[in-house]
C-alpha cells in the first residue's frame, strides 16, 4: 500500500508539475502575441475612425456589429449578432449653428442625441434666455416671449476653467470666492428653474408647445471645452447642446440686450423602428463547452465624439484577447464568449436582455470579465459579493505576469447592482468581476462628452488590459473545478433596519424610445 500510495502521490506531482510549465509557456505565448503583433490600433481605427459613435438605434451601431462579427470571422471565430429588442432610429446627420448677428461666427455645438431636424434650410431666430419667474403661474404668463425664439435653459457658468486649474494658479481667496460665487448662481438658476413648475427635462416639452423654435443647453463637464452630450427632450423643434466657451457668448449677449441671432442647420433624420442587437462571438470549449468564461463590454456609446473610452478601450480590450486566444490557446476547456452588448447605456439592456434569453449560458457561466470605466490599467477587482472568489480569482491573478497585475482585490466584496453590465450577470447569480481601470480624467474629460476621441487612448495600458483578460480567461477556462457560487449574507441597511438582499435580474427594455 505504501508503494501505491507513493506512486500515486508522484503521478500526482508530475501531473501538477506539467500543468504547471504548461501554463507558464501559454502565458508567456499569450504576452508574446500581445506585445509582438498588436492589433490593437489597426481595430481601434476601424471601430472608432471609420465607424464612430454607436448610439443605439442608429446606422453606426448596426454598422458596427457588422464589422465586429466580420473581424471574428476572419479570424476564425464563430460570430453572429443576436436581435434582443427594437429601438427609435435616428441618424444624426450635419449640425451648424452660427451666430448671425450681432457678427458673424460658428459657434461649437450638435444636436441632442434623437433631436428633431430643422428644414434643410435650417431656422434663424433671436436667442433669449429662460424668463425668470416668481412661481409657475407667472411662467405661465410669460410664456408667450419664447415664441419664435430659441431659448437657453442652462445655468451660464462662471468659468471654463476646471477647479485644478484654479486651485493651482488662483490665491486660496479667489479660489474660494469663485467657487462661492458659482454657488450663488447655481442656487439662483436651481431657483429659475423651480419657479417654473417643471423639471429641467419637463421644459424643454413646454418650451416647444409654447413656440419656441429651439431649444439650448450647456452640459459641462468642468473640464477645458468639455460638454456632456446626452438625448434631447422634443418632439418637433431642434435641442442643441453648445460647448459652454459659446454658451456664455450667447447668454452675455442676450443678458446685455444685444439681441443675438443664431442660425442652426439640423440634418438629423428619424428612422422609427428599428432591431437592436448583440454581438455574440465564441470559441468552443474541447471538454466543458456548456461551461462558459465570458468577456463583457458594451459596444454602444452616446455620440458626442467617437465613443473611444466609453466604451471603445473595453471593446478594443476583449476583441484583442479574443484573437489573442484563438491564436495561442484555440481549444479551450471551456467555451470561451465575448459579449458586445448594445444600448447598456440606456440601463444595461443589451446584457439583460442576454442574461433573460439564455439561461442555459448563465447556469454554465465559470466567470465574466467586464471592462467599461476608460483607457487605463486595470487597478481594481472586487469579489462582488462571491464568498468564496477570493479562492479562485486569486489564483488566476497568481498566473498573470507581475508587471501587469499590479491590481488592488476587494473580496468577497458586495454585489454590484449597475454601472455596467457585469452587474447583470451578478443578479442571476453568476460570477461576474469588473475590471475597473485607473481615471485619466475619465469623469469630467471623455465620459459621454464631446471629447471622448481615438486620441485619449493608452495604448500602454490598454495592451496591458489585454493581456490580463487573456491570462484570466485562460486560467478560468482550465481550472480544474466550477466556481462556487455561495453568496455572502448581506448586512443590514443603516438607514432602513432591513435586511440587504442581493439584487434582483431585470429584464430589457425591448422597446427603446417607441410609443407602445
Known sequence: MRKTFYFLTLCAGLSTNLFAQDQKATVEKIVTEATGNSQLKVLAHELLDVVGPRLVGTPELKE????????????GISAENQQWGVWKGWDRGITHIDLVSPR???????????SPSTSSKGVEAEVIILPEAKDSLSFQNMLKQVKGKFVLISMQQPTGRPDDNWEEWATPESFEKMKKDRD????AWDARIQATGYSSRELPKILEEAGAVGVITSNWSRGF???????????????VDIALEDYGLLYRLAEYGDKPSIKVVAQSKNLGEVPTFNTIAQIKGSEKPDEYVILSAHFDSWDGAQGAT????????MMEAMRILKEVYPNPKRTILVGHWSSEEQGLNGSRAFVKDHPEIVAGVQAVFNQDNGTGRVANISGNGFLNAYDYVSS????????????ETHFPGAPGRGGSDYASFVAAGAPAFNLSSLS???????????????????WDDLQNNAILT??????????YDKTSREQIVLPVNKRTGAQMTWPEPRDANRRGGLDD
Request: charged fraction near 20%; glycine fraction near 4%.
Open 104 to 114: 458673424s461666427v460658428s459657434l461649437e455645438g450638435m444636436q441632442l442625441a434623437w
Open 440 to 458: 485619466w480624467n475619465y469623469w469630467n474629460y471623455t465620459w459621454h462628452t464631446n471629447r471622448d476621441t481615438y486620441d485619449k487612448i493608452v
Open 396 to 407: 488566476w491573478l497568481n498566473a498573470v505576469p507581475d508587471e501587469v497585475a499590479n491590481i
Open 310 to 317: 466609453d466604451n471603445g478601450t473595453g471593446t478594443l480590450v
Open 470 to 479: 487573456a491570462v484570466l480567461a485562460y486560467m478560468a477556462s482550465e481550472d
Open 184 to 187: 450663488v448662481l447655481k442656487d
Open 64 to 75: 458596427a456589429h457588422d464589422w465586429a462579427v466580420q473581424t471574428y470571422t476572419d479570424w
Open 225 to 239: 471645452g468639455v460638454n456632456k452630450v446626452f438625448s434631447a427632450y422634443t418632439d418637433d423643434i431642434p435641442m
